[in-house]
């Protein structure tokens, strides 16, 4: 009996505890938390997830459901979890903050698209960087660190002592800054470029006056942009790659260390 009569088998409880902690880190998780995946498939993860962490480890939940210290249990449970998403979230929001750099000095920061990751609205070059960075995730294996870190979370924060440190929340609110620094060095080989453009058609504008600075300017940003991208794709996928290893490092050492 887990308290007012509710009868749960111990497995069972013990189970879904565990899956408040995996439930939540996936939820924040870029690539698990996107809009597009069905919640059924993330309550299956999150079950085939708990099973592993059982096996691995001796998880024993609180003895009653209906408690305070049961309620206080999970929110930590659930904090840890939303704490691992979320540091992997600001690591790919440096691909966001580029392509506004990006987009404000070709001109087209109009142009926007539904980001499939949040359903909210996002330019199109940061929207492409963004699935960019999320193809070197998965191709480096980074979802199955991912779900190796939340694994092994269990050990340095046991259930019942999993409440995070003042420094551990200090270190994810000064990570929030990698993503501008990122995003500033992802877009600093195209936007210097286009900065140099922006000076020269500044010269030009201020030499011959009588030139329409618009019909000259904008379509010349739009090509030095586009080709400036394409010879930067290898050294911008070479920092995304440093992008996603600063991510799961951050992650892995919230938890251990």
Do not use: K
Request: hydrophobic share 60%; aromatic share 8%; net charge negative.
């Amino acid at each position: 009996m887990l308290g007012f009569g509710l009868s749960i088998e111990p497995q069972l409880w013990a189970l879904i505890f565990v899956m408040v902690r995996v439930g939540a880190a996936f939820v924040a998780a870029p690539v698990f938390g996107n809009v597009s995946v069905p919640l059924q498939v993330r309550v299956v993860l999150a079950g085939a997830v708990g099973v592993l962490v059982l096996g691995m480890h001796d998880v024993t939940p609180p003895p009653q459901v209906f408690a305070v210290a049961t309620f206080l249990a999970i929110a930590a449970e659930a904090l840890v979890g939303l704490a691992l998403g979320f540091i992997l979230q600001i690591a790919f929001a440096a691909p966001l903050i580029a392509g506004e750099v990006i987009g404000g000095s070709m001109g087209i920061g109009f142009a926007n698209m539904i980001d499939p990751n949040s359903g909210r609205s996002s330019p199109a070059i940061g929207q492409f960087l963004s699935i960019l960075l999320t193809l070197l995730f998965l191709s480096i294996d980074g979802h199955l660190v991912l779900v190796d870190t939340v694994a092994r979370s269990y050990t340095a924060l046991p259930p019942g002592a999993a409440w995070l440190a003042p420094g551990q929340l200090r270190d994810i609110a000064l990570f929030g800054g990698y993503a501008f620094f990122a995003g500033l060095l992802l877009a600093l080989p195209v936007g210097f470029l286009l900065l140099c453009l922006n000076l020269v058609v500044g010269m030009i504008s201020r030499s011959a006056p009588a030139l329409n600075l618009f019909s000259i300017g904008l379509p010349a940003s739009l090509a030095v942009g586009v080709i400036a991208m394409a010879a930067a794709f290898p050294a911008m996928g070479d920092y995304m790659l440093v992008i996603v290893r600063e991510g799961l490092e951050a992650a892995r050492s919230l938890v251990l260390g």
